[in-house]
C-alpha cells in the first residue's frame, strides 16, 4: 500500500517560516517525481513545486507567486520530500498536498500528471 503523508503546517504570521514534510511508505521516493500542490479555500489546486530526477540531472520547478521564498528539497535516506516556506504571506494559506509519481522525467506542476496522493496539511498565514 502507497502512503504519502504531510505534516509540518499550522499557524503562522505573516513573514514567518513553516517546513512541511512528506513522508513516504510503500514506494521509494528516490525513483519518483514529487510535487507539492496547495488549494485555498474556495479555489482550485494549484501545483506550488516539483522535484524530480532525470538523466541530465535533479529537476525542480516553482510557480511564479513562490519563487525565491520557498524551496523544494528531498532526503532519500529518510524517504521525505520538504517544502521550507519563507517570507509566508496571508495569500499562501491553504492545504497543501504532496503528490508522486514513478517516472524519470523533469517534473511539472499540473496535478493530472500524478499518481500518489496525500491527505494534506493545512498552512494558515494570518495576524
Known amino acids: 500500500q502507497f502512503l504519502l503523508v504531510e505534516s509540518g503546517g499550522g499557524l503562522v504570521q505573516p513573514g514567518g517560516s513553516l517546513n512541511l514534510t512528506c513522508t513516504a511508505s510503500?514506494?521509494?521516493?528516490?525513483?519518483?517525481?514529487v510535487a507539492w500542490f496547495r488549494q485555498a479555500p474556495g479555489k482550485g489546486r494549484e501545483g506550488v513545486s516539483c522535484t524530480s530526477i532525470r538523466s541530465s540531472g535533479i529537476n525542480t520547478k516553482y510557480t511564479d507567486s513562490v519563487k525565491g521564498r520557498f524551496t523544494i528539497s528531498k532526503d532519500n535516506a529518510k524517504n521525505s520530500v520538504y517544502l521550507q516556506m519563507d517570507s509566508l504571506k496571508p495569500e499562501d494559506t491553504a492545504d497543501y498536498y504532496c503528490?508522486?509519481?514513478?517516472?524519470?522525467?523533469?517534473?511539472?506542476?499540473?496535478?493530472?500528471?500524478?499518481?500518489?496522493w496525500g491527505q494534506g496539511t493545512r498552512v494558515t498565514v494570518s495576524t
Open positions: 510503500g514506494l521509494t521516493l528516490a525513483s519518483y517525481a
Open positions: 503528490a508522486a509519481r514513478h517516472i524519470s522525467a523533469a517534473c511539472i506542476n499540473d496535478e493530472s500528471w500524478y499518481d500518489h
